[in-house]
């Protein structure tokens, strides 16, 4: 059975930071392709930040430069650093994995809050 689960997420204020942490288990984790994703109420989800099996990260124009994404192959889990947070990045943070040679998500985890608020 696989499983994602996120932790990390808060409240945090303008300007701070936080890091999201995804455990996975019940996957080959060092042969997936991982991602963090995020939905803001009344909007789609979106993908923030993706790392390859290999190590190449790609980023959404909105968070290049503040966000970083990682992984830890034998702790199987994937890290997002978020610094400089904004209103704008308030949503809730899912943490996504699929295998290399898939092209979209195949496992999702429960989701993480993160509230950007003063």
């Known amino acids: 059975q696989v499983q994602l689960v996120e932790s990390g997420g808060g409240l945090v204020q303008p300007g701070g930071s936080l890091r999201l942490s995804c455990a996975a288990s019940?996957?080959?984790?060092?042969?997936?392709?991982m991602g963090w994703h995020r939905q803001a109420p009344g909007k789609q989800r979106e993908l923030v930040a993706a790392i390859t099996s290999g190590g190449s990260t790609n980023y959404a124009d909105s968070v290049k430069g503040r966000f970083t994404i990682s992984r830890d192959n034998a702790k199987k889990t994937v890290y997002l650093q978020m610094n400089s947070l904004k209103a704008d990045d308030t949503a809730v943070y899912y943490c996504s994995a699929r295998r290399s040679w898939i092209a979209t998500p195949e496992y999702w985890g429960q989701g993480t809050q993160v509230t950007v608020s003063s």
């Open positions: 019940g996957i080959i984790f060092s042969r997936n392709s």
